[in-house]
C-alpha cells in the first residue's frame, strides 16, 4: 500500500467531496445516497466540529496528495450503548484491493480503542460483495438483516449488520 492514513482536516474538504461524488456515482450503488454528496462547504464545516466532538472522527488514506479512501466513525450517544461505534468506509476504484480498506480500519481499531469503544459496528449493502469479503477477512461478523432498511434511489435496500468485537 503506498497511500498514508491520517486524521481528516477541514482542508481536506474538497477531495473528500470528489471522492465521495465518484464512489457515489457507481453504477454498482454503494453508497446510501444517489443523490450526490454534501457540498465542500459543509464538508469543511463538520471536518471543523469534529474537532470539538471527541465522539466522532474522520480519517483518510491519501495517495500523491489525492485522497482516495475515507473512513468515518461516530460512537452511540445513548449510555446503555455508548461503548458502541458506527463506522462508514469509501476507497477510491482506482485503489481497491490494495490494503487501503484494511489499513483504515486498523486506524478505526486504534481510535476505537484509545476511545473505550468496545464494539464497532457498519451497514452493508448485500450486493457489495466485495465489502462483505474485506469486512469478515478482518473480523467483522454479521449480526444481522435488516430489509427494506435504507430508502435510495426511490427504491427500499436491505442492509447486512456487522460488528467487530475489540
Known amino acids: 500500500m503506498t497511500a498514508r492514513v491520517r486524521k481528516a482536516e477541514p482542508a481536506d474538504a474538497p477531495g473528500l467531496v470528489e471522492l465521495g461524488t ?16 454534501r457540498g465542500v462547504g459543509d464538508e469543511r464545516r463538520y471536518l471543523r466540529a ?12 491519501e495517495d500523491g496528495g489525492r485522497i482516495v479512501g475515507r473512513l468515518s466513525l461516530a460512537r452511540d450517544q445513548h449510555p446503555a450503548s455508548y ?10 476504484a482506482s485503489h481497491r484491493r490494495r490494503g487501503i480498506g484494511r489499513a483504515l480500519l486498523d486506524a478505526a481499531v486504534e481510535w476505537g480503542r484509545e476511545n473505550g469503544v468496545r464494539k464497532l459496528e457498519l451497514h452493508v449493502f448485500p450486493h457489495n460483495q466485495p465489502a462483505i469479503q474485506l469486512y469478515e477477512g478482518y ?16 427504491e427500499y435496500v436491505d442492509a447486512i449488520v456487522m460488528a467487530l468485537v475489540l
Open 139 to 154: 473480523g467483522f461478523e454479521r449480526e444481522g438483516y435488516r430489509r427494506a432498511h435504507y430508502r435510495r434511489a426511490g
Open 22 to 37: 465518484e464512489v457515489g456515482n457507481e453504477p454498482e450503488g454503494w453508497l446510501i445516497t444517489a443523490n450526490g454528496w
Open 50 to 61: 469534529l474537532r470539538r466532538y471527541p465522539h466522532a472522527a474522520v480519517f483518510v488514506a
Open 83 to 92: 461503548h458502541v461505534a458506527d463506522l462508514g468506509l469509501m476507497v477510491a
